[in-house]
């Protein structure tokens, strides 16, 4: 008896997958390639490939649960999963265990099949379990097929490696032949997105744990941790370091790979000079005796509550977002907006707050006295989005120390790797430092040619460069280039 093929019931005849870039065909062309399918070919092959799946077909198909007959067939929702399929004149099928329906591999005429489900992931079957580092290109992570079966992966990327299986690969699919019991593939689909190829190109390390001194060793990609989850970050000698992004008609450098998967970049002009912005960091060069004013915004009061009101934009705060404003609506289309920039404006455990005697900003406790940089903002009041500034942490990441000069440092030098990307001008990040006893509010900044790489305090009255900081979204694509000064990373969402 042929399965019944019912136009006016979808759950009854073939239909053809919406979504994950397959076609759709109307439904009388399928239903007769069912039909074909069953009455005159002894199978169908690579049915996925011309986008066909079973959904079901009547007095065909019947289900047990744990080997226990049922009339029902269970929903995903009721946590099962397919432990095996047994059919009994050579039907090849698969079921998609994430999607939660039968695909075609062979289908043999007056067949009947019997789909056994499970809640036991652990118990003997015919499943193979994926595991990748792009999930979401596949169009499942685990499937179940009959004794001896045919097993295929579908992806829309292309397919890099296949381990810890018997899988060939064979275009954008992954075929696992003769399956006989469960196993575990891990398919490596090739990533070219920006976050993949820095990944590729500096294989993660361990987080650095001396920040006593400078790093200017051979450059590498550390892990750390941030609000959002795991970073990477950049390191050592930036002379010979392949950090280096063209985006928005100008180059930057790569600071990181925020816990989000957005990609961090600090702004390097046209790669020889960085100085075409300049700013006080507070809202005019003669308001700077209060600590409110080494805040990215902030609201003049009498506590560091009050302070952290954000109500007033600061002088380099206004310079970045005239910048941010201009760009196009293509090139906004880029950046990430969930990426945090920090402003940390706690206090150092010594001190209090005062506006009228000195303290230090916890920063200062960190970065100075204790060598232990962080990526960290734990105060709501102190994040911000869009765009920011490089932190005085990230300088210490980076490879830098406090009042030291760090020459081969990335966020100095130039693309030609020895002179400096803003000359003998110095330029700000957004890190407070203290309300200094000449009643000046401080901000880390960063020096020029004359102190390469030093860092240090500046009143927020002074007139610095600004460099802004925005982040890549996760899935933006690497078309060109090797991430050199002469050769950077060309990118395309």
Not at 161 to 166: D, E, H, R, S
Not at 456 to 474: A, D, F, M, Q, Y
């Amino acid at each position: 008896m042929l399965p019944i093929i019912n136009l006016e019931q979808g759950k009854n005849y073939l239909t053809r997958k919406g979504g994950k870039g397959y076609m759709k065909n109307k439904t009388i062309i399928v239903s007769i390639l069912l039909l074909i399918c069953t009455t005159i070919l002894t199978g169908c092959e690579d049915t996925k490939e011309d986008g066909m799946q079973v959904v079901e077909n009547n007095g065909m198909l019947s289900y047990t649960i744990d080997g226990e007959k049922t009339d029902i067939k269970p929903s995903k929702e009721d946590g099962y999963i397919v432990n095996k399929i047994i059919c009994d004149n050579g039907t090849d099928m698969m079921w998609d265990n994430d999607n939660w329906e039968v695909e075609l591999t062979k289908v043999n005429s007056n067949d009947r099949c019997m789909i056994d489900f499970t809640k036991d992931v652990n118990a003997p079957g015919y499943r193979v379990t994926v595991t990748s580092n792009s999930p979401s290109s596949l169009d499942s992570l685990s499937k179940a097929t009959t004794a001896n079966g045919t097993i295929k992966i579908y992806s829309t990327s292309k397919i890099a490696n296949v381990t810890g299986c018997n899988g060939v690969i064979d275009g954008h699919k992954v075929i696992i032949n003769n399956v006989k019991s469960n196993q575990t593939c891990n398919i490596e689909i090739e990533d070219k997105t920006l976050a993949g190829i820095i990944k590729s190109a500096y294989p993660p390390k361990p987080g650095r744990t001396d920040f006593a001194n400078i790093d200017n060793n051979i450059p590498g990609l550390y892990t750390g941790i941030d609000d959002q989850g795991t970073t990477y970050y950049f390191s050592g000698d930036g002379a010979s370091m392949n950090n280096w992004v063209s985006f928005a008609g100008k180059k930057w450098r790569i600071i990181r790979i925020n816990g989000n998967g957005s990609v961090r970049l600090l702004y390097a002009g046209d790669g020889t000079s960085a100085s075409d912005m300049k700013s006080t960091y507070s809202i005019n060069s003669s308001t700077y005796n209060h600590p409110a004013y080494v805040g990215w915004k902030y609201t003049v009061g009498g506590s560091l509550a009050a302070d952290r009101g954000n109500g007033t934009k600061s002088g380099a705060y206004t310079k970045v977002e005239t910048w941010y404003n201009g760009l196009s609506s293509t090139d906004k289309n880029y950046i990430d907006t969930g990426a945090i920039y920090c402003n940390d404006r706690n206090i150092g455990n010594e001190y209090s707050y005062d506006t009228n005697v000195e303290f230090n900003y916890a920063t200062y406790d960190r970065l100075t006295a204790n060598k232990t940089p962080s990526f960290n903002c734990s105060n709501s009041s102190d994040r911000f989005y869009n765009f920011g500034l490089m932190t005085a942490d990230e300088i210490v990441y980076a490879g830098g120390k406090f009042a030291t000069n760090s020459p081969k440092a990335y966020y100095y030098l130039a693309q030609d790797g020895t002179s400096s990307i803003t000359g003998t001008s110095w330029w700000w990040t957004m890190s407070p430092f203290g309300l200094l006893n000449d009643d000046y509010a401080y901000v880390y900044g960063v020096d020029g040619s004359n102190k390469p790489g030093f860092y240090s305090g500046h009143g927020v009255h002074r007139e610095g460069i600004i460099r802004p900081v925005i982040s890549l979204k996760s899935n933006v694509l690497v078309t060109e280039g090797d991430g050199s000064g002469a050769s950077p990373y060309e990118v395309s969402l």
